[in-house]
């Protein structure tokens, strides 16, 4: 009976201790990124987090939601970059509009980023459900003003709308991708706080 303990007790304390010594470096950011759609993008640019996330679900959720601020933090300045644009501004009517309307929702993106990331950086035991809720709330909620400011563009059509949706799109994967790491900690649970 004691020996079942044990072992149980073992397993418990298995995501953050025996596993990071049973692989390999490189596999820390490829089994954080599992949980992800974009695989690809995810292991591209978390994969400098390796070393001091290891196996650590809220380090990889802090280095997910900061990455995604810092290629948010671009592309909102590159659409204020495209707004100011006077002579031969392709955006126009229609587009200017939408434009505008992508601003805004990049300033929510970033607050509803920033909010989660201030959270993550204060992950306690005693509030981990309630913290790990908003997180996710959030994340999903940045998510959503990044397809608002996409919908805006719907149908419209030229190379310059073209390059503006691909940028966007790259941030809701990154968002997207956030999240999903986001969640993994919530099952995963508060054991693993290094704080
Ligand atoms: C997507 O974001 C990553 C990470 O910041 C960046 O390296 C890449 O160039 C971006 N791709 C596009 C199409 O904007």
Not at 44 to 57: C, G, I, Q, V, Y
Not at 116 to 128: H, W
Request: charged letters at 20%; proline letters at 2%; hydrophobic letters at 35%.
């Amino acid at each position: 009976m004691t020996g079942v303990i044990l072992v149980l007790l073992l397993f418990i304390t298995l995501p953050c201790s025996y596993a990071s010594q049973a692989k390999n470096r490189n596999n820390y950011v490829e089994d954080a990124c599992s949980v992800t759609r974009y695989r690809n993008l995810c292991i591209r640019t978390l994969a400098s987090f390796s070393n001091t996330a290891k196996h650590n679900p809220s380090i990889w959720a802090r280095a997910g939601v900061s990455v995604t601020i810092g290629e948010a933090k671009k592309v909102s300045k590159y659409l204020a970059t495209l707004k100011r644009n006077k002579r031969g501004n392709p955006f126009r009517g229609r587009n200017k509009i939408a434009l505008s309307d992508c601003i805004e929702s990049f300033q929510d993106t970033l607050d509803n980023l920033h909010r989660s990331l201030f959270v993550l950086r204060k992950l306690s035991i005693r509030e981990f459900t309630s913290q790990l809720e908003d997180v996710i709330t959030w994340v999903s909620a940045a998510l959503t003003d990044e397809d608002t400011c996409l919908d805006g563009f719907n149908e419209q059509k030229g190379n310059h709308v073209k390059f503006l949706t691909n940028r966007v799109s790259n941030v809701t994967y990154m968002t997207s991708n956030a999240l999903a790491i986001v969640n993994k900690l919530a099952t995963t649970g508060p054991e693993c706080l290094t704080n």
